[in-house]
């Protein structure tokens, strides 16, 4: 499945490129005047939505933000109803919507091809099983990095062997977006950053990073990274939460362009951490 993903992705991606490069420099009023140009560009965004609509069967679950129905509406009123194509919708089309599916597209290629985020010093990519020795030596077993978690530090390389077998075998589902941060020549996982749930349809971003690392501005850097790849797949808005003493994190986030929504009083961390906090609440949205 994953040859024929790639084959339709490229085919989009290519007419894409054409519609861009047909009305690269050209005005609206160009567009106007030329019949041709306009059954050319039109042209190309039938063969977009026909791709897409093929796609859509194979990724939607696992990518439902993605703008799906734009496409499907643009091709179908553009074969039913070509006489009454208005050029500006066209012109429009081509230079507003299609860089956002564009820059969709381009995400959901990597993930099949790479799996992987690159930074100017990082590389997020997947977890794998042989991973668990150094995610317990590295963050998992440290009490100072699990001190603002939702779970306690783990007590033994078994307990993370659990832990990371579920993150691998969790890979590729719906809803699941998650990256072990390495360094650059350095294949050695040295935190992780994921989606940990959704609210109102949105990512919850959770993060952490081994203390070994903190204060080199790399979890600015993957979450700048992880922020934008989640933007690029079609969601709109973020939201992230950081305990009120936790002052690392929260500058973090700010750093990383969240807005402030609220605070909130937990009377339980989590199922696994029974004492009390208070929790800022934070948002961004794509611009």
């Known amino acids: 499945m994953d040859e024929k ?3 339709r992705l490229d085919s989009a991606l290519k007419h894409i490129r054409l519609a861009q490069e047909d009305l690269d420099g050209v005005s609206l009023d160009d567009l106007r005047k030329s019949l041709p140009l306009q059954k050319a ?11 897409m609509k093929k796609i859509r069967v194979l990724l ?10 734009f496409s499907a509406t643009t091709r179908n009123f553009l074969v039913h109803d070509y006489e009454a194509v208005n050029s500006r919708i066209v012109y429009l089309t081509v230079k507003e919507d299609l860089p956002v599916l564009e820059a969709g597209l381009l995400a959901i290629k990597n993930d ?7 930074t100017e010093r990082l590389i997020l990519r997947k977890f794998r099983l042989t991973d668990a020795p150094l995610v317990f030596q590295n963050w998992a077993s440290d009490s100072e990095v699990t001190k603002y978690l939702t779970w306690p530090n783990h007590k033994n390389v078994q307990e993370t062997e659990k832990i990371v077998k579920i993150w691998v075998e969790e890979e590729g589902k719906p809803g699941v977006h998650r990256y072990t941060i390495t360094e650059k020549g350095r294949d050695e996982p040295i935190g992780g950053i994921d989606v940990v749930e959704y609210l109102d349809d949105a990512p919850v971003l959770g993060y952490c990073l081994s203390r070994k690392h903190w204060n080199k501005g790399y979890m600015t850097e993957a979450a700048k990274a992880f922020i934008q790849y989640l933007f690029d797949i079609g969601y709109d808005s973020i939201k992230i939460s950081a ?6 994190s929260n500058r973090v986030i700010a750093k990383c362009g969240f807005r402030f929504v609220k605070e909130e009083h937990l009377e339980h961390i989590s199922p696994w951490k029974e004492e009390p906090a208070d929790v800022n609440w934070y948002e961004i949205s794509r611009k």
């Open 41 to 51: 560009v039109c042209s190309s965004l039938v063969q977009i939505g026909e791709t």
């Open 112 to 118: 099949f091809e790479n799996g992987i985020l690159v």
């Open 243 to 248: 305990m009120k003493e936790n002052i690392g």
């Open 60 to 69: 939607e679950e696992k990518y439902p933000k993605l703008p799906w129905r």
């Open 5 to 7: 993903i790639m084959l």
